[in-house]
């Protein structure tokens, strides 16, 4: 059974700061490792996914994430937050593509 | 972006009814995924579809929903008699393989189920 944790339900930061989230999970076969973002009210849209290669990833909007397999983690971190940037955001995996799963999600409040 | 289409954008019926939503995949995406994702943000699989043919569903879908993705039309997802507890975020999903490819989500219908 896979498994997704996200330690923090809420995160908040002022704008311009830098932001990690935290993602760990657990499966023992290969997998995708993808976060989504939510805004209020709206459905979610894709960020960035690993499979397999360089474990840091990019994404949208400046958003990177790391893989590691020794922490089985895949935390999401940007550089300078904007306002925009506050939302939901789902750490999400799946074994070949097949049905995802998700974490409960963090939510991400920048503060001007 | 993602380009799938889903209608309605809010849906409200009431218990016993029937609520039938509809979902438009990415063109190109032969590949179809529904969740239900309630107001504590958990999200649970219910369906999903090759092309028309029906893949993965969840024992809940198979006897209280029924969905279906036809050939050169939306695909849809009904509950055959809302109950109170089905009140969520109804979101679709499509990908342009099985095995592989990032799924992409429309923006949900958002049920009310009174």
């Known amino acids: 059974t896979q498994t997704v944790s996200q330690s923090d339900a809420h995160v908040t930061v002022f704008e311009g700061d830098s932001v990690e989230l935290r993602c760990n999970y657990s499966y023992g076969g290969s997998i995708y490792l993808s976060w989504y973002i939510q805004h209020h009210g709206r459905g979610l849209q894709f960020l960035l996914k690993?499979?397999?290669?360089?474990?840091v990833v990019q994404g949208v909007n400046g958003f990177e994430a790391e893989f590691s397999k020794s922490d089985s983690s895949f935390h999401l971190r940007k550089a300078s937050v904007h306002w925009s940037d506050s939302a939901v955001y789902f750490c999400?995996?799946?074994?070949?593509?097949?049905?995802?799963?998700f974490g409960d999600g963090t939510q991400l409040v920048v503060k001007p | 972006n993602s380009k799938v289409i889903q209608t309605p954008r809010y849906l409200v019926k009431g218990q016993g009814q029937k609520a039938k939503m509809r979902c438009i995949p990415e063109?190109?995406?032969?590949?179809v995924f529904w969740y239900q994702q309630n107001k504590n943000n958990e999200f649970k699989f219910l369906i999903n579809?090759?092309?028309?043919?029906?893949?993965?569903q969840i024992d809940m879908t198979e006897k209280r929903f029924s969905a279906e993705c036809p050939s050169n039309s939306p695909c849809s997802l009904e509950i055959q008699s809302s109950e109170a507890g089905d009140s969520a975020l109804y979101l679709c999903a499509s990908s342009s393989d099985w095995g592989g490819d990032t799924q992409y989500f429309g923006p949900g219908t958002r049920l009310l189920v009174l």
């Open positions: 690993y499979y397999s290669g360089n474990p």
């Open positions: 579809f090759q092309n028309q043919e029906v893949l993965q």
């Open positions: 063109k190109g995406h032969p590949v």
């Open positions: 999400a995996v799946s074994p070949n593509n097949n049905r995802i799963f």
